[in-house]
């Protein structure tokens, strides 16, 4: 859960919105929406995660899908 909650501080504190979720898998799937440079600082951020995270991997594609989300929220379904 840390992982998430320090995720959704970073992405407010850049002006990203999006969400952040654990998956059945274990793994956390990430969307975020936000200005280019703002969006590459996090991805940055996310590759090492907060103090005490284990990142093993980063997977991520980019999409020209606008979805408009308001703010940025942690979702607690497991499934995709």
Known sequence: MFFRISARKKAEKLGISGYVKNME???VKIEA????????????WCRKGPLMAKVSRLDHEESEDIK???GFE???K???
Do not use: A, H, S, V
């Open 68 to 70: 408009g989300y308001k």
């Open 25 to 27: 898998d274990k793994t």
């Open 33 to 44: 929406e936000g200005e280019e440079e703002n969006l590459k600082n996090f991805l940055d």
């Open 78 to 80: 497991t499934t995709d």
């Open 74 to 76: 942690i979702e607690y």
